[in-house]
């Protein structure tokens, strides 16, 4: 099992990015998926996650109305589209696999710096 979270980068306040998670080792259409982020000298927190059966969605408050999950089974990829962006959703953004065979799975984090 594999996650491969990229797109991370440095912008403005008030850019867009689009963060893109990579799913291999496992079936991605049977799973629910989430997006968590760690800002420096903070405990990692959930930010969305998007259910394998109905595709329902969650988001975190801070980041609702701003943010965008989805998910592209076909392609074995989850999207965090990231509007209006704020200083304060600067951190490491890391995709995970909350339950897989009993362990949750995290991949390698990407980098969103948004400066002000």
């Known amino acids: 099992v594999q996650l491969q979270a990229s797109g991370g980068g440095l912008v403005q306040t008030g850019s867009s990015l689009r963060l893109s998670c990579a799913a291999s080792?496992?079936?991605?259409?049977?799973?629910?998926i989430g997006w968590f982020r760690q800002a420096p000298g903070k405990e990692r927190e959930g930010v969305s996650c998007i259910s394998s059966v109905d595709g329902s969605t969650y988001y975190t408050e801070s980041v609702k109305e701003r943010f965008t999950i989805s998910r592209d089974n076909v392609k074995r990829m989850v999207y965090l589209q990231m509007n209006s962006l704020k200083p304060e959703d600067t951190g490491i953004y890391y995709c995970?696999?909350?339950?897989?065979?009993?362990?949750?799975?995290w991949g390698r984090g990407t980098l969103v710096t948004v400066s002000s």
């Open positions: 080792g496992f079936s991605l259409d049977y799973y629910v």
């Open positions: 995970n696999l909350p339950n897989f065979r009993g362990r949750s799975y």
